[in-house]
């Protein structure tokens, strides 16, 4: 990128930088230009999309020598480190590459699935056969893995018919005698207990049966354009809005733990895509959805297979055919376009990646025509090309260029490659900058960072605590979730299983009130000033939302620092808060809740500010809003930055998992001094309090970790509302503490985490948060 921009000529760069939306044709027109005669552009863009060159293609030899270490560490016992082999191997297994006489997929699949029942996972390992049986149907060990697998999940019936498919198809008698011999093992088994048929279904896609029974109107306004409004009164946690994705790519970090097509977590048994190395998927399923169907070979009719009764021969076609015909499978596969190992879609940006799926989706969908001219309108989705800032205008040309050169060398679409087809790509990246949802996933780890997945509780020593994490884990466009707005104070919560978009009320929405979520930015997290620029670089608009355009408490309090005078309450604020809050049109009013201020007097000092001047905030920077004293905010500001650099070193040895008594202390040292200059709610002092709550938990010190959680949360509901998930996360913490103290108000703080996260959830609380079940359950041993 970097040879590419600086090779462009200076005038080129000025016509481009200056460049609005309608000079597009004909600013990509110049440039394509340039580049076409300038030979290190073709060069890259072969090293880009040339299977030849690619370093994402398939290599047998490199899956030989995987599968060699893999056997290596499986006879020394180490399974972890087996199993990650194995997959690697079938990462770059060509798919029809044999080895000795069987196909290398099938022998992969079967050697992961002999990992995979000696670390017990048992489900993983059934899959893994049957997918060997799906390649290679008289793969004996395939058989006798899968009933081995079977019984232990006390499917005996099926167990019973593996092996007895497995005998048929083995040739030698040694391997007979030791089929014979598990039989025996299993009907004596089968016998003492009573069967058991579960039912282990490859693609347990979440059954998603809870629709929206509200209808949502598209309204415009003048200061946010188009948006969602509620047609009727609708009260807080129902369910607004579902939609799968337009397109969706996965994000860079989260390419080996996540599902490139549906984005939850990987299993151990990952699916690999069938002709790169790059994409890896949690099922069968999700890769055919992702990359099309792969080529397969389906059981012939087998001698082997002709002695077995007609029940076996109708498991035997069953196990081995698959049910993927039956599966409704979208006709238009994301990834298909990306594959034959060039590694375009592995090093150009996401957003890039994600324009060529749009694009290639629309024309396959003939939704575009086929030189593309029609494909900005065809999304009917808002673009701000002529708002970005000049170098950002540049890389766009750049990357829009490069991304239909890659298109058509691996893809050879139809789109011809002009001046208007380049435009057309970076009016859609444009839009997918402003439009683009991030999919977030909520992931609970316990204090030593270890993922706590299974809905357990971690246990290190006697230290048993857990934090809530939101894992950034692809981008998605949607598109008619795009069209809700944006507030600093939402009140619809967006979340997402698999891939599907949910939209649900987190407070009551009277009738014609727009529906608003927050793009990141909220009320009580963040001032406005940073809401606003955050909005501004990231998203390209001013925020006119309400915590954006009226006076509120948060933003007065959240980087406050305190009165110099000890005895008085007020609050002192730094110029560019001051700027920010004068600014804001409409004032504070009585009806800003308050409930939460009650027994404070702090509540009183916007609405003096305001009274005062009839209409505009008086308040000057550096002064006590309630009594009027001068605070040196430059030499508290130098004490406070020291003061952070020491809990940053305490954040170090949380994240390194090293505490020691003196970073502790030295911490406890900074956190007096931020309390000695900060506003007692300002939001850096919550932040220091979470830090040494965490680092208490990890000191094995939790009467000290309750307390300073509790310091933090009491900070947090000044800022937030009673409900806000932020506090509810934080009580997640906290209820863990308490109950490995074996404190009875656990139970409060565990109905407040249920109330809000249903709130948030309705009933998918539990699928999307599994660690509230096992809270809960530890709830009832309190109250029992
Ligand atoms: C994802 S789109 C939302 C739909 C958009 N209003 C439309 O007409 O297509 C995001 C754009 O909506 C506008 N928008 C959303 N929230 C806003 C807010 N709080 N204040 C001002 N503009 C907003 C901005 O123009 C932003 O770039």
Same mark, same amino acid.
Not at 97 to 119: G, I, P, Q, S
Not at 195 to 219: F, G, M, T, W, Y
Not at 522 to 551: A, M
Not at 609 to 625: E, F, R
């Given at each position: 990128?970097?040879?590419?921009?600086?090779?462009?000529?200076?005038?080129?760069?000025?016509?481009?930088?200056?460049?609005?939306?309608?000079?597009?044709?004909?600013?990509?027109?110049?440039?394509?230009?340039?580049?076409?005669?300038?030979?290190?552009?073709?060069?890259?863009?072969?090293?880009?999309?040339?299977?030849?060159?690619?370093?994402?293609?398939?290599?047998?030899?490199?899956?030989?020598?995987?599968?060699?270490?893999?056997?290596?560490?499986?006879?020394?016992?180490?399974?972890?480190?087996?199993?990650?082999?194995?997959?690697?191997?079938?990462?770059?297994?060509?798919?029809?590459?044999?080895?000795?006489?069987?196909?290398?997929?099938?022998?992969?699949?079967?050697?992961?699935?002999?990992?995979?029942?000696?670390?017990?996972?048992?489900?993983?390992?059934?899959?893994?056969?049957?997918?060997?049986?799906?390649?290679?149907?008289?793969?004996?060990?395939?058989?006798?893995?899968?009933?081995?697998?079977?019984?232990?999940?006390?499917?005996?019936?099926?167990?019973?018919?593996?092996?007895?498919?497995?005998?048929?198809?083995?040739?030698?008698?040694?391997?007979?005698? /030791?089929?014979?011999?598990?039989?025996?093992?299993?009907?004596?088994?089968?016998?003492?207990?009573?069967?058991?048929?579960?039912?282990?279904?490859?693609?347990?896609?979440?059954?998603?049966?809870?629709?929206?029974?509200?209808?949502?109107?598209?309204?415009?306004?003048?200061?946010?354009?188009?948006?969602?409004?509620?047609?009727?009164?609708?009260?807080?946690?129902?369910?607004?809005h579902i939609e799968e994705p337009f397109a969706v790519?996965?994000?860079?970090?989260?390419?080996?733990?996540?599902?490139?097509?549906?984005?939850?977590?990987?299993?151990?048994?990952?699916?690999?895509?069938?002709?790169?190395?790059?994409?890896?998927?949690?099922?069968?399923?999700?890769?055919?959805?992702?990359?099309?169907?792969?080529?397969?070979?389906?059981?012939? @009719?087998? &001698?082997?297979?002709?002695?077995?009764?007609?029940?076996?021969?109708?498991?035997?076609?069953?196990?081995?055919?698959?049910?993927?015909?039956?599966?409704?499978?979208?006709?238009?596969?994301?990834?298909?376009?990306?594959?034959?190992?060039?590694?375009?879609?592995?090093?150009?940006?996401?957003?890039?990646?994600?324009?060529?799926?749009?694009?290639?989706?629309?024309?396959?969908?003939?939704?575009?025509?086929?030189?593309?001219?029609?494909?900005?309108?065809?999304?009917?989705l808002?673009?701000?090309?002529?708002?970005?800032?000049?170098?950002?205008?540049?890389?766009?040309?750049?990357?829009?260029?490069?991304?239909?050169?890659?298109?058509?060398?691996?893809?050879?679409?139809?789109?011809?490659?002009?001046?208007?087809?380049?435009?057309?790509?970076?009016?859609?990246?444009?839009?997918?900058?402003?439009n683009c949802m991030?999919v977030?996933?909520?992931?609970?780890?316990?204090?030593?960072?270890?993922?706590?997945?299974?809905?357990?509780?971690?246990?290190?020593?006697?230290?048993?605590?857990?934090?809530?994490?939101?894992?950034?884990?692809?981008k998605a466009i949607y598109r008619a979730g795009s069209l809700f707005?944006?507030?600093?104070?939402?009140?619809?919560?967006a979340?997402f299983?698999?891939r599907t978009l949910h939209i649900?009320?987190?407070?009551?929405?009277?009738?014609?009130?727009?529906?608003?979520?927050?793009?990141?930015?909220?009320?009580?997290?963040?001032?406005?000033?940073?809401?606003?620029?955050?909005?501004?670089?990231?998203?390209?608009?001013?925020?006119?939302?309400?915590?954006?355009?009226?006076?509120?408490?948060?933003?007065?309090?959240?980087?406050?620092?305190?009165?110099?005078?000890?005895?008085?309450?007020?609050?002192?604020?730094?110029?560019?808060?001051?700027?920010?809050?004068?600014?804001?049109?409409?004032?504070?009013?009585?009806?800003?809740?308050? @409930?939460?201020?009650?027994?404070? &007097?702090?509540?009183?000092?916007? /609405?003096?500010?305001? @009274?005062?001047?009839?209409?505009?905030?008086?308040?000057?920077?550096?002064?006590?809003?309630?009594?009027?004293?001068?605070?040196?905010?430059?030499?508290?500001?130098?004490?406070?930055?020291?003061?952070?650099?020491?809990?940053?070193?305490?954040?170090?040895?949380?994240?390194?998992?090293?505490?020691?008594?003196?970073?502790?202390?030295?911490?406890?040292?900074?956190?007096?001094?931020?309390?000695?200059?900060?506003?007692?709610?300002?939001?850096?002092?919550?932040?220091?309090?979470?830090?040494?709550?965490?680092?208490?938990?990890?000191?094995?010190?939790?009467?000290?970790?309750?307390?300073?959680?509790?310091?933090?949360?009491?900070?947090?509901?000044?800022?937030?509302?009673?409900?806000?998930?932020?506090?509810?996360?934080?009580?997640?913490?906290?209820?863990?503490?308490?109950?490995?103290?074996?404190?009875?108000?656990?139970?409060?703080?565990?109905?407040?985490?249920?109330?809000?996260?249903?709130?948030?959830?309705?009933?998918?609380?539990?699928?999307?948060?599994?660690?509230?079940?096992?809270?809960?359950?530890?709830?009832?041993?309190?109250?029992?």
């Amino acid at each position: 990128m970097e040879k590419l921009k600086s090779a462009v000529p200076d005038s080129l760069k000025r016509m481009v930088g200056e460049s609005t939306s309608d000079d597009l044709p004909r600013t990509c027109s110049s440039l394509l230009d340039f580049f076409l005669h300038f030979e290190p552009f073709h060069q890259i863009v072969r090293d880009l999309a040339d299977p030849e060159s690619g370093l994402c293609g398939k290599s047998k030899d490199a899956a030989l020598e995987a599968k060699r270490t893999g056997n290596q560490c499986f006879l020394r016992g180490d399974y972890a480190k087996a199993l990650a082999c194995y997959s690697q191997a079938l990462r770059v297994a060509p798919f029809e590459a044999d080895d000795m006489e069987t196909n290398l997929f099938a022998t992969l699949y079967v050697n992961r699935a002999t990992v995979l029942l000696k670390m017990n996972l048992l489900t993983e390992c059934l899959r893994d056969c049957t997918r060997a049986l799906q390649i290679s149907p008289t793969h004996a060990k395939a058989w006798y893995r899968r009933g081995k697998a079977n019984a232990s999940l006390g499917n005996y019936d099926n167990a019973v018919r593996d092996l007895n498919v497995a005998e048929s198809v083995e040739s030698s008698v040694g391997g007979k005698k /030791q089929i014979e011999g598990e039989l025996k093992i299993i009907l004596e088994q089968c016998k003492r207990t009573s069967s058991s048929v579960l039912q282990h279904n490859e693609n347990d896609l979440v059954a998603v049966d809870e629709q929206p029974q509200i209808k949502l109107r598209c309204v415009t306004t003048q200061d946010k354009g188009r948006g969602m409004a509620s047609s009727c009164d609708i009260s807080p946690a129902s369910l607004v809005h579902i939609e799968e994705p337009f397109a969706v790519i996965i994000s860079k970090q989260c390419r080996e733990t996540h599902c490139h097509y549906c984005l939850n977590d990987l299993p151990a048994d990952k699916v690999p895509c069938g002709s790169c190395s790059i994409s890896l998927y949690c099922s069968k399923l999700c890769q055919i959805r992702a990359g099309g169907k792969m080529f397969r070979t389906y059981p012939k @009719d087998h &001698d082997i297979f002709k002695n077995l009764s007609s029940d076996l021969g109708k498991y035997v076609a069953e196990i081995t055919l698959g049910n993927d015909s039956d599966q409704d499978i979208e006709d238009i596969p994301e990834h298909k376009h990306e594959c034959q190992g060039v590694h375009w879609p592995a090093v150009l940006p996401s957003e890039i990646v994600l324009a060529g799926r749009v694009l290639v989706k629309s024309m396959v969908q003939k939704s575009a025509t086929r030189d593309g001219s029609n494909l900005v309108e065809c999304l009917e989705l808002s673009q701000f090309y002529t708002q970005m800032d000049i170098e950002s205008k540049l890389v766009l040309h750049i990357y829009s260029i490069v991304l239909v050169y890659c298109l058509q060398h691996s893809y050879a679409i139809e789109l011809p490659i002009n001046g208007v087809s380049v435009s057309q790509i970076i009016t859609l990246v444009s839009q997918i900058t402003v439009n683009c949802m991030t999919v977030v996933r909520m992931k609970s780890v316990d204090a030593h960072g270890l993922p706590d997945q299974f809905g357990e509780f971690s246990c290190s020593g006697n230290v048993l605590t857990s934090n809530v994490e939101q894992v950034r884990v692809g981008k998605a466009i949607y598109r008619a979730g795009s069209l809700f707005n944006h507030s600093c104070q939402p009140n619809v919560h967006a979340y997402f299983l698999s891939r599907t978009l949910h939209i649900r009320t987190t407070k009551f929405v009277a009738a014609g009130c727009p529906l608003e979520l927050s793009y990141g930015p909220q009320v009580g997290l963040w001032d406005c000033k940073d809401r606003l620029k955050f909005l501004e670089d990231e998203y390209l608009f001013r925020c006119q939302c309400s915590g954006c355009s009226e006076v509120n408490l948060s933003d007065f309090i959240i980087n406050a620092f305190h009165c110099v005078n000890p005895n008085c309450s007020g609050i002192v604020l730094e110029s560019s808060v001051v700027n920010c809050e004068k600014q804001k049109c409409k004032h504070f009013t009585r009806s800003n809740k308050l @409930d939460k201020y009650e027994n404070d &007097d702090i509540h009183e000092m916007p /609405q003096h500010a305001l @009274d005062q001047s009839n209409g505009s905030l008086q308040i000057s920077p550096s002064h006590c809003l309630k009594c009027g004293s001068y605070c040196n905010l430059e030499s508290s500001r130098a004490e406070v930055n020291k003061a952070w650099t020491r809990i940053k070193r305490l954040q170090d040895s949380i994240t390194a998992k090293e505490i020691s008594s003196t970073a502790i202390s030295d911490a406890l040292g900074a956190l007096g001094s931020l309390k000695s200059k900060l506003h007692p709610y300002n939001r850096g002092i919550a932040e220091a309090e979470d830090n040494l709550a965490q680092a208490f938990c990890l000191a094995g010190e939790l009467q000290l970790a309750m307390d300073h959680c509790k310091a933090s949360i009491r900070i947090l509901e000044k800022l937030h509302d009673p409900n806000d998930i932020v506090i509810a996360n934080e009580l997640v913490k906290l209820s863990s503490i308490q109950i490995s103290l074996g404190d009875i108000t656990a139970v409060d703080s565990i109905h407040r985490i249920s109330d809000t996260f249903s709130l948030y959830y309705g009933d998918h609380v539990n699928l999307v948060f599994p660690y509230l079940q096992s809270l809960q359950e530890r709830q009832k041993s309190f109250v029992q």
